[in-house]
């Protein structure tokens, strides 16, 4: 993260605090075209909120897990039933409290 146009963990989170977010869920949707996120360049910020959000996974959670998560998902065809059997908590769960670490809430 941080560089070319990419912009750092650091503006990425202050974009979050500022409302611009698109939740993963989202994303390659009609609702990814319709977001209104005020960045400038939708698709870096993007993905730089998504390497963001697998930080908070791995520091939260751990590399192991997150590694465990990866190896599921390539014999998986259920996201959320592996993130859930994997983590312990529902992916928008997980997603909403990602937001509020990065708002300083917990």
């Known amino acids: 993260m941080g560089t070319s146009w990419y912009p750092s963990k650091e503006e990425t989170y202050e974009y979050i605090r500022h409302g611009n977010y698109l939740s ?3 994303m ?3 609702k990814e075209d319709e977001a209104k996120l005020n960045v400038k360049y939708k698709t870096t910020f993007m993905y730089s909120e998504a390497a963001c959000i697998v930080e908070y996974l791995m520091d939260m959670y751990g590399r192991d897990r997150f590694d465990q998560y990866m190896k599921q ?4 065809v ?3 039933r592996t993130f859930k059997t994997v983590y312990g908590i529902e992916f928008e769960k997980c997603l909403q409290n990602f937001i509020q670490y990065v708002k300083g809430d917990i």
């Open 24 to 26: 993963p869920i989202y």
């Open 28 to 30: 390659n949707t009609s």
């Open 73 to 76: 998902l390539l014999v998986s």
């Open 78 to 80: 259920n996201h959320d």
